[in-house]
């Protein structure tokens, strides 16, 4: 199933033995439950591990004691040296298109699953490694990681769990003590990443592409017990399955649309079957709002703006179709077949209407509308489609001009109107909004203005504020100008007057031409 070097590097690969530690409470399902999914591997050892940073919140979520990871111990398990009690580490194999094209075998090229605990409501989370050495998918890379990319994966996932926007997080980083190269030599890291599961659209791309059907239909049962388990055994299991991922997608990309959120590298590899965002890479926030916005110094084309976001996901979507079909299809029949072939169509078809419903339901609450009377779905989205026209013609910052239009709402009109080159452009728009918002009924101005603030963040991971805190982190091992930032990002929608710089756009000219990477 892997490649012959693969085979041969599992054998070369490096064993430590196991520490007496049990910090976590492993039950490992995937290691268990999909034999031939997966490489057993071992992390690299490092020179000298040091702990950077631990998400104390969500380790008590998790169940484990924070003060107790704070020390060596902490670091050495953090950096992969100490493989703690319990942990099954293994590279997971899986497949994807990348930029459109078909690669058959990616999987963990820098990365490694150590296991899953239950957290303290009893949910199954993986605890995984990334930036811990070479594995057999690492396709000729170092398998490293540098101190900048992964607290930067810090910084913006920590901003997408308190903007309630489901995503994969960070649990610490560590330092390793040893150089990583990439167009300058960096300081290298690991970062221990917390999800739901690591399940792609790309792993089942991974046996759907070697007509290993069984394997297949065993992956999918396992998918259906972890994320939907009230499909367990029903009929149409598999179809109903699509289906649930769809409205899961449709959902999370409506949410990065909403706070102008680009991802930046949409493979299918990098599409979740939990719903959760995963891989902080090239991605970035909008300023100027600009459907057209491209940050990815890798993205060429413009595969991956920011407007083409829900198009992706529904190709990607129809991509995982592709992979389950074989399940779908009831006997060998054509009519089976061709039955099966239109009741997936119909789910990536109906993509689009539910990315448009969830889209609405956002763009209501940042408008501060309450719902529409029936039939009046297509004048809201008009009021919302055409403010983001204004938005664009008069290149405001996509943040701040939502914000602003709170303290519209409870009438204080100068901080919004001062963001518009042209405020005249404004007043037809406005009176209509007004109009509309009297249509709610007896809702009192502040009453609105507060709504519409709760949805609407005043602090996102600007992109000049993050790459700030991460030079100084990187290059002189400062990390109070990132633990500054993470602490106003996780407060998004507080308007504090000690974070007013993260609230401020970047000069135009450094947006203009900002890029941001991969970090391999």
Known sequence: MLTTRAARLVKLGPMQSLAAS???RFDNSYARDLPGLYVPWKPAQVPAPRLLFLNRPLAEELGLDPASLLGDEGAAIFAGNTVPQ?????????????????SPQLGDGRALLLGEILDRQGRRRDIAFKGSGRTPFSRGGDGKAAVGPMLREVLISEAMHSLGIPTTRALAVAGTGEPVYREKVLPGAVLTRVASSHLRVGT????????????????????????????????????????????????????WMNV?????????????????TIDYGPCAFMEAYDPGAVFSSIDHGG???????????????????EALLPLMVEDESEEAADRAVAQASAVI????????????????????????????????????NDWLALLH?????????????????????????????????????????????????????????????SANPWIIPRNHRVEEALQAASDQGDLAPFERLLSALRRPHEEKPEHAPYAAPAPAAVTAGYQTFCGT
């Open 22 to 24: 049990s910090f976590f």
């Open 86 to 102: 319990g942990a099954e580490p293994l590279a997971q194999a899986y497949a994807g298109h990348q930029f459109g094209g078909f």
């Open 204 to 255: 089942f791309q991974f046996f759907a592409a070697r007509g290993e059907t069984g394997k297949l239909r065993q992956l999918a049962e396992y998918a259906i017990a972890r994320h939907d388990p009230d499909l367990a055994d029903t009929p149409g299991r598999y179809l109903a399955l699509l289906g649930r991922v769809a409205q899961r997608q449709a959902a999370l990309i409506a949410q």
């Open 260 to 276: 102008g959120f680009i991802h930046g590298v949409m493979n299918t590899d990098n599409m979740t079957i939990s719903g959760e």
């Open 303 to 321: 595969r991956y703006a920011y407007g083409n976001q829900p198009l992706i996901a529904q190709w990607n979507l129809a991509r995982l179709a």
């Open 349 to 384: 078809d109906s993509f689009s209407g539910l990315h448009q419903g969830f889209l609405l339901r956002g763009q209501r609450a940042k408008l501060g509308l309450g719902e529409a009377a029936q039939g009046s779905d297509a004048a809201d989205a008009a009021l919302a």
């Open 393 to 453: 013609a008069q290149g405001v910052d996509f943040t701040l001009g939502w914000r602003r239009l709170a303290d519209a709402a409870a009438g204080d009109d100068p901080a919004l109107r001062a963001l518009f080159p042209d405020a005249q452009a404004l007043d037809a728009w406005l009176a209509r909004w007004r109009a509309r918002c009297a249509s709610d009924g007896a809702v009192s101005a502040d009453a609105r203005a507060g709504r519409m603030r």
